[in-house]
């Protein structure tokens, strides 16, 4: 049965006794009797065995340094170890030592004796470790990888992969229930000879033979906690990452991470083992995985390298050549960039320039590449993500002219700036891609049928709008004429009808701000779907609290100037957003219509309309056949005007609607200066509702001569709203009209609205906008739209 765990403790992790007591304890209760580990030479010993070999040809210094090597072993024995296994540890020190002492004596070390000097770092450490773990009464080995791992030489040793396998696999049966401490680092070849696996060889190694055992998980314990979303020594509130794919891994390693390592990844790929990051000094703390196969994106990361090769070079063939030939090498650029009359940019990390121009020199001529120029005076700075086009307008946005333009593979984003730049672009990228997302709070101010519409219109559209704003917008309140509930983590939208009826308490205003100040919003947003005039008086605190609005509530915007002069000012000196599309017009795009106007240097001459669904059904539908007042009872039936019919009949939420318009063109008018024509008489407008239900016949005769007389003319009847601007004095009216027969208000789907627009720009052919213009679906579209763009403002600060 295969092993399911990998350790790989590093040389910051056995810096000395007390690292080695911590790794055997997180052996002994994070893994399992059978668990392999891979260690590195203890703390600086593979430096100090270097050092040695350069000062080979000075006798009195390389012993002298030889015995401070030797005494820091001794000690670490004496430190750790009984009597019994520490004379056996010493007695094979002593062997070790005058091992190396003939070593040095030889008149020149070939590659295979120097890597051999260099090797006993890490036989050192197994052997220890091994001998501890018995010490606490459990089977462990020390175990040499050059009897594991056989490698063809090159550059770097390319490992013998079957030849591998079958030795580890029957060393691995042949030890069941018995921790096996593998040396990391080292491997041999053919004859035996000492091998080095190179720059973070010990990393490499613990992959290597967990993929070669079919083992499940390796754990690699350092010093830090894991992968971090940037560099925590240079971005104060960079966050550990708990998760992250192996592609984003492996290309985050290519770019500079100072944790992972692009070759330590390459034997995950095509495997089951997953890579968890940890630190061997805090081994309670949370932990960075990677996993295999992960298909999901994992957040954000930032990093950066402070000094980059940029080649500059001709090409009269094609760049993929020049790729393929590179990556042969096992030198992948970090990006590249084609630029005009047949040059492009490729850069690489500063220790591989040299071989890489070596080989663009060498093929030259077969790849047709001339004029090769290198600049080293760049920096690299670079966000990996499986989701990194939704971060490309983000980071675009920070880039200066002297910056390269993004590169982006569908893992990273990538660009070169001049060295003094790196640090201040790297804080800029992880403080708006990958630092704290933006908590957007709302507060949804009527919970009646529009509220409802919004919050199911609201749940389905909420995971597109956070993924597209990288941000989180979520439901934090809920208010009723009564009640109130104000939750800090967010109201589920699955129940929130359950939570507003068992956790909502009674309200007043001054409790509601404090309430919303303590939440933990970046911003919050209230919209008002009711029809309260008092929720309207409240807007200039909602403003002096920083807390922007959407209003479905006419009445603010219809209100007296003053009063919307004052928010007007307050917007502009907080920088607020107040958007009310919703309160004229419903979902019908006629604000945006007009602003789009006035921005592109249009006049607007006049709007005119049918603004009121209700209105729109009762003369689309009358034809004298039967009198006016028993289509209008039919329609209070229906659910299709107010319980009042006068709200309607009045023209006053016309009236309203056209003020709106009207101050959104940039015309400071009150109220009182659009004239009404009411279709409630005066005798009717003060009764009881009740008693204008009897009388409501009185509305007949003067509607069936309207209608008569419009008719002769072949001109029906229509309740209309429009302001024109004539000789530049301004005319607002509300009231009937006869239109013709082809009039653009004359042949609408009951229950619509119609807004007809004159410019300069639509003079004879005016623009025309029409659809339904009341329900609660499309009202809620409209809330929800203007909720979209204020969030999407608010990011983009």
């Not at 070759?263 to 995950?268: T, Y």
């Not at 030198?331 to 070596?358: G, M, Y």
Request: charged letters at 25%; aromatic letters at 6%; one cysteine or more.
């Amino acid at each position: 049965m295969a092993r399911g765990h990998l350790h790989k403790f590093g040389g910051s992790s056995l810096a000395d006794a007390d690292c080695y007591r911590r790794v055997a304890h997180i052996l002994l209760t994070h893994g399992n009797s059978d668990d392999l580990v891979v260690v590195s030479a203890a703390g600086k010993s593979t430096n100090f065995l270097y050092k040695l070999l350069a000062l080979k040809d000075s006798s009195q210094l390389w012993q002298e340094e030889l015995q401070v090597l030797i005494s820091f072993q001794q000690n670490l024995i004496e430190q750790l170890l009984s009597n019994e296994q520490a004379r056996s540890l010493r007695e094979r020190l002593s062997i070790d030592k005058y091992q190396l002492i003939s070593l040095f004596s030889l008149d020149e070390l070939n590659e295979y004796k120097r890597s051999e000097v260099v090797s006993f770092g890490e036989r050192w450490s197994a052997r220890l470790l091994a001998a501890l773990l018995r010490e606490s009464g459990v089977a462990a080995s020390d175990v040499d990888a050059r009897s594991l791992l056989i490698a063809d030489e090159g550059a770097i040793p390319q490992i013998r992969l079957d030849e591998s396998r079958t030795r580890v696999q029957k060393r691995v049966e042949d030890s069941p229930n018995e921790r096996l401490i593998i040396t990391g680092f080292i491997c041999a070849n053919s004859q035996g000879e000492t091998l080095l696996l190179g720059r973070n060889g010990s990393d490499y190694s613990a992959t290597l033979i967990a993929s070669l055992a079919d083992i499940g998980r390796v754990t690699i314990w350092t010093d830090v906690e894991g992968v971090f979303n940037a560099d925590p020594n240079k971005i104060n509130d960079a966050k550990l990452l708990k998760s992250l794919s192996l592609d984003e891994a492996n290309r985050l390693a290519h770019l500079g991470s100072p944790v992972l390592h692009n070759r330590s990844l390459q034997p995950l790929f095509d495997t089951d083992v997953s890579l968890a990051v940890r630190s061997s000094y805090a081994s309670h703390t949370d932990f960075t995985l990677i996993a295999p196969k992960s298909s999901s994106a994992s957040a954000p990361v930032v990093t950066n390298l402070a000094s980059v090769s940029l080649f500059n070079l001709r090409l009269t063939a094609g760049l993929h050549s020049v790729l393929a030939l590179l990556a042969e090498s096992g030198l992948i650029p970090l990006a590249h960039w084609k630029l005009a009359q047949n040059r492009v940019e490729l850069a690489f990390t500063n220790e591989n320039s040299k071989q890489v121009h070596a080989l663009l020199e060498l093929e030259a001529e077969s790849l047709g590449i001339a004029d090769i120029k290198v600049r080293e005076d760049l920096g690299l700075v670079a966000l990996v993500s499986a989701d990194s086009s939704l971060y490309r307008r983000g980071f675009a946005r920070l880039l200066s002219r002297d910056a390269r333009p993004l590169f982006n593979d569908g893992l990273s984003l990538v660009t070169l700036v001049p060295y003094g730049q790196v640090n201040l672009l790297t804080q800029k990228v992880h403080r708006r891609c990958a630092g704290p997302r933006k908590r957007i709070g709302v507060l949804l101010l009527g919970v009646g049928n529009i509220g409802e519409a919004w919050i199911e219109l609201f749940t389905r559209a909420r995971a597109s709008l956070n993924k597209e704003l990288e941000a989180s917008v979520e439901l934090v309140g809920l208010l009723s004429s009564k009640k109130a509930l104000l939750k800090e983590e967010g109201i589920s939208l699955a129940s929130w009808k359950e939570e507003f009826e068992q956790q909502a308490t009674p309200w007043l205003y001054d409790h509601l701000f404090e309430q919303l100040q303590a939440l933990e919003c970046d911003e919050i947003i209230a919209l008002d779907i009711s029809a309260s005039a008092d929720l309207t008086l409240q807007y200039p605190e909602f403003f002096a609290r920083g807390i922007h609005v959407v209003s479905a509530n006419k009445l603010a915007g219809s209100g007296p100037l003053a009063f919307y002069n004052e928010l007007k000012q307050q917007l502009d000196n907080r920088r607020l957003f107040w958007r009310y599309n919703a309160s004229c017009g419903a979902g019908l795009p006629v604000q945006h219509a007009l602003n789009d106007l006035h921005n592109s240097g249009d006049i607007i001459e006049a709007v005119g309309g049918i603004f009121s669904g209700t209105l729109c059904w009762l003369f689309e539908n009358y034809d004298a056949e039967k009198p006016f007042s028993q289509l209008v009872l039919e329609a209070r039936g229906l659910g299709i005007t107010e319980p009042d019919p006068r709200d309607d009949l009045s023209g006053r939420d016309m009236q309203r609607k056209l003020l709106i318009l009207a101050r959104e063109i940039g015309h400071d008018i009150e109220l009182e200066d659009i004239t009404l024509n009411s279709l409630v008489p005066a005798t009717l407008a003060d009764i009881s509702l009740e008693q204008f239900l009897v009388r409501i016949a009185e509305l007949d005769d003067g509607m069936l001569q309207q209608f008569s007389a419009a008719a002769e003319q072949n001109k029906v009847l229509r309740y209309v709203a429009g302001l024109d601007l004539v000789d530049g004095s301004l005319k607002a009216e509300v009231g009937i009209e006869w239109v013709d027969r082809d009039h653009a208000y004359a042949n609408l789907t009951p229950g619509d609205n119609v807004f007809v627009i004159r410019s300069s720009f639509y003079q004879d052919n005016p623009l025309i906008i029409r659809g339904p213009g009341a329900g609660r679906e499309v009202t809620a579209a409209a809330v929800q739209s203007d909720l979209a763009q204020i969030c999407r403002d608010l990011v983009q600060e």
